[in-house]
């Protein structure tokens, strides 16, 4: 699911319609390769930026019904065309990643949440244009839950993202709960740190509960995937709330047994 950023996207779901699998490849293939692009390697942010903005370069040839070269960029304009998709959640994602090579902090948590808007909201929003479901109201809960989701991912990851030089913790939640990077370099899980992390899962909860009832709107298969992916995500949540914020030590992560309890309340929604 997409509790992991894109390591998780449902390109292989069984849930995923067999119809709509060649679509979701062809998105997962441009946003995992662009994402790369961002964080991979050990290219220099000047040449991240030019390989970013060549792709950019592309979406303008789909824009305009161009040909493109490369085959990732074929099959992604075939999709776009057969299933009539907007190119502006593919032109947000670039520009999340670009934000990646150049922004490593955020000051305050509406920065993140802008942040959130391109990385990973468009995702449900492509979601719900091949579902044909594209509603106001469903777009709305969808942005909740993929935002939700991104934030899981950061509380998840602190320490990953501490050896990549990048904080997605607040700026100002860290003064408020008077906590310093040193204390981040140090891993220092004492009770300052234990008050910050309860916060912020309780911010990503309530993010998550208040589009979840999209999951119970949208009919079949995207209806259980989406339960599945909410049901994970809480799951996550819980888990970095089980070893009281140590993510440091414990990067909380699910297991067999994790998923059967997902099946289940997803099962109960």
């Not at 709509?20 to 998105?27: F, G, M, N, S, Y």
């Not at 997962?28 to 370069?57: C, I, K, N, V």
């Not at 305050?108 to 091949?130: K, Q, V």
């Not at 259980?224 to 994970?232: C, H, K, N, P, S």
Request: proline letters at 5%; a neutral charge.
């Amino acid at each position: 699911m997409a509790v992991d950023h894109y390591e998780n996207f449902p390109v292989a779901s069984l849930l995923l319609p067999a119809r709509l699998r060649p679509a979701v490849t062809a998105i997962y293939a441009f946003a995992r390769s662009a994402d790369d692009l961002a964080d991979e390697g050990d290219a220099l942010p000047a040449e991240r930026l030019a390989a970013l903005q060549a792709y950019e370069a592309q979406l303008d040839l789909i824009d305009v019904g161009a040909p493109c070269a490369s085959p990732i960029f074929q099959r992604l304009q075939q999709t776009i065309r057969e299933r009539r998709l907007p190119l502006q959640p593919l032109r947000d994602l670039l520009s999340a990643f670009k934000q990646d090579v150049v922004t490593t902090r955020y000051a305050r948590y509406e920065d993140l949440l802008d942040y959130c808007r391109r990385s990973a909201n468009p995702i449900g929003t492509l979601m719900l244009h091949l579902y044909e479901a594209p509603t106001d109201h469903n777009l709305r809960d969808s942005d909740a839950i993929c935002s939700a989701l991104q934030l899981i991912n950061f509380w998840q990851d602190v320490a990953i993202d501490w050896q990549k030089a990048r904080i997605y913790l607040p700026l100002e939640d860290l003064e408020r709960f008077g906590i310093k990077e040193e204390d981040v370099a140090e891993a220092r899980a004492d009770e300052r740190w234990r008050q910050l992390i309860r916060f912020q899962t309780a911010r990503a909860r309530a993010l998550m509960l208040s589009g979840a009832p999209l999951a119970k709107r949208l009919p079949g298969r995207i209806g259980w995937e989406l339960r599945l992916v909410i049901q994970g995500g809480l799951r996550i949540l819980e888990r970095i709330e089980g070893v009281e914020g140590d993510i440091f030590r414990h990067r909380p992560k699910l297991g067999k047994a994790d998923w059967l309890a997902v099946a289940w309340r997803a099962a109960r929604m």
